[in-house]
Every structure is written in structure tokens, then in C-alpha cells.
């Protein structure tokens, strides 16, 4: 059948859908997908294994507690679906809640195709808005490495529970400058983090240490995170939240999804898809006149590099 430049040009899940069509059946494809299969799920695994021992800190130092009610969760199957079919589907399951303004978390293994969803959903829902954990451990590491360079002692010596209650407490979500933000106040900082979450808070001091702050403030970030997603709904916001279940299991709300795969080689499928498309792209845009076979003979030198 072909893939026309523009397709590749486009870098996006259709660009995947149809290298993923043309090379299917090849058996360097197939291996490369089995290959990178693997590595996700096996990257997923460790992950979620960092996180969960930080959930379990947490509810250790009684930040969070140890039996949680979870609500049901809807599965998704993505298989053969487009990215507008998957967010409508969801949509679909909502029902009335994006009138009132609602809490939603999405889930599901790395290359089922949530950032994508996640981008579907806000531009279809009403006064929709995405929110990430990162920022938040950012002014969390901020403030620690802060009042440790202030006491002239090493980052651990500060990350003790009252410490760590002492930052969240300098940490205030809320309506500023017409628009939700979190306002850092304490220790002589004073921010917003919507103003410096490209300067102050990637700077190399906080970067590097964000690590070690993150797995001992799994629980408290969860625990901002959920008052600031209920302010957020009951002001008539639909917040769309993405991540893994270890720390979505325990922010509370009723519009719970997960996105599966009937088999889960298509995860690998798609990433060597991604991986081919783009290297494939470089390539082509370097030529005057391409046309389709020029596309495949890129993809196919790019599938030969990668097995």
C-alpha cells in the first residue's frame, strides 16, 4: 500500500498505524517489537516497583493510609482503535460529570497511548485542564535543597517527616492571577510556579536532587495533589490526570480508566513504529523529490539499523 511523505511527515499515531500496517508481517519488524515489548514492560515494572516502595514510606510514616477503598475502573481497549474512537469511548462513560466539572485518572502500561487520550480529551471536553506531579516535586526539592544550603548541612539531614510537612506546608494551591497555580511561600522564596516552572524550578540544584526528594514524598505530594483536584472540579474544571496506579490508587474519584491492549507485542509495535518513523523522516526530508518508495527504502535501512 505505501507510505506518502506527507503520512510521515505528520509524526503522529497515524504516522504509527501505518508503518505498523506495511510492516507487520516482516520478521525484523516483529523482532524489533517483541525486543522493545520487553524493555517497556520491564521499565514499567521497575518503576512502578520505586513507586510503590514509596507509597509504602508513606503509609509507614502514616501519611497515607494502608487500606485503601478503590473505586471500580473501566477498562479501555485501545486495540484497533483510533485516538478520537478511545477519548469518545471515555467521554461516553462520563456521562453528565464534564458538566459539573470532574476528577478523571487514566492508567495503563507505557505505549497504550495515554498522553495521546490525555491530548484527545482536552480538546473535547468543557474547561478542560491536564495536571502533572512534576512541578510539584520540583517546589518540594526546591524548598528542601534550599533550607539545606540555609542550615549548611547535607539534602538528607532535612528530609525528615517534619521537614517535609514544613515545605508541603509553604506550598499553597489556590485562584491566582485568574488562574489555578500553586504559590510557593518560605524561606525567602516567594513564587508562582506557572511563572517559574522553566527557570527557577530547572535549575541544575533542584534537577539533579528531584530523585532523592521523590521517593520520600510519594504521600505527601498525593495528599496535595488530591485537595488541589477537588478545588479544581468543585470551580467546574474537568481535570485529567495521568499516571500509574501506585499513586492514582489513592487520589479518590469515581472516573477511573485503564487503557489495555489485547496483546501486548502492539506496545512494541508502536514504539518501533515511533523509533522508525522519526529516523525515517530525517532521512526523507533530506531528499529533493521524495516520493513513496523513497519512504520505504528509508524505513526499512532505519528497521535494518535497529535489529
Not at 499553597?172 to 500553586?182: H, L, Q
Request: with cysteine; net charge negative; hydrophobic share 40%.
Amino acid at each position: 500500500m505505501g507510505i506518502s511523505p506527507e503520512t510521515l511527515a505528520l509524526q503522529n499515531s497515524v504516522t504509527s498505524a501505518a508503518i505498523i500496517d506495511e510492516f507487520k508481517s516482516d520478521a525484523a519488524f516483529q523482532q524489533v517489537s517483541e525486543r522493545l515489548m520487553k524493555e517497556i514492560m520491564q521499565r514499567d515494572q521497575e518503576d512502578g516497583d520505586k513507586l510503590a516502595k514509596g507509597i509504602q514510606l508513606a503509609v509507614d510514616k502514616k501519611v497515607l493510609p494502608a487500606d485503601v477503598k478503590m473505586e471500580p475502573i473501566t477498562k479501555i481497549s485501545v486495540s484497533g482503535k483510533t485516538a478520537d474512537q478511545v477519548a469518545d469511548e471515555i467521554i461516553a462513560a462520563l456521562g453528565d460529570a464534564p458538566s459539573k466539572g470532574c476528577v478523571m485518572t487514566l492508567q495503563g502500561l507505557s505505549g497504550t497511548g495515554k498522553g495521546t487520550t490525555v491530548d484527545k480529551l482536552r480538546e473535547k471536553l468543557p474547561n478542560a485542564q491536564t495536571w502533572s506531579n512534576g512541578n510539584l516535586f520540583r517546589s518540594i526539592t526546591l524548598l528542601a535543597v534550599t533550607h539545606a544550603e540555609q542550615k549548611g548541612c547535607e539534602l538528607k539531614d532535612v528530609l525528615t517527616p517534619s521537614d517535609l510537612a514544613t515545605f508541603c506546608g509553604m506550598l499553597e494551591f489556590g485562584r491566582f492571577n485568574d488562574k489555578w497555580d500553586v504559590k510557593i511561600e518560605g524561606l525567602g522564596c516567594k513564587y508562582f510556579v506557572s511563572e517559574v516552572e522553566k527557570t527557577v524550578l530547572k535549575e541544575s540544584k533542584v534537577g539533579k536532587n528531584i530523585p532523592t526528594v521523590a521517593e520520600v514524598t510519594q504521600g505527601e505530594v498525593v495528599n496535595f495533589v488530591q485537595k488541589a483536584l477537588e478545588l479544581m472540579a468543585a470551580g467546574g474544571t474537568n481535570v485529567l490526570l495521568e499516571g500509574r496506579e501506585q499513586t492514582l490508587n489513592h487520589i479518590r474519584t469515581p472516573n477511573r480508566f485503564e487503557l489495555v491492549l489485547d496483546d501486548p507485542v502492539i506496545i512494541g509495535m508502536r514504539q518501533a513504529a515511533l523509533q522508525m518513523g522519526g529516523k525515517a523522516n530525517d532521512k526523507v526530508k533530506a531528499m529533493e523529490k521524495p516520493d513513496d518508495a523513497a519512504v520505504k527504502a528509508a524505513l526499512e535501512e532505519v528497521l535494518a539499523s535497529m535489529a
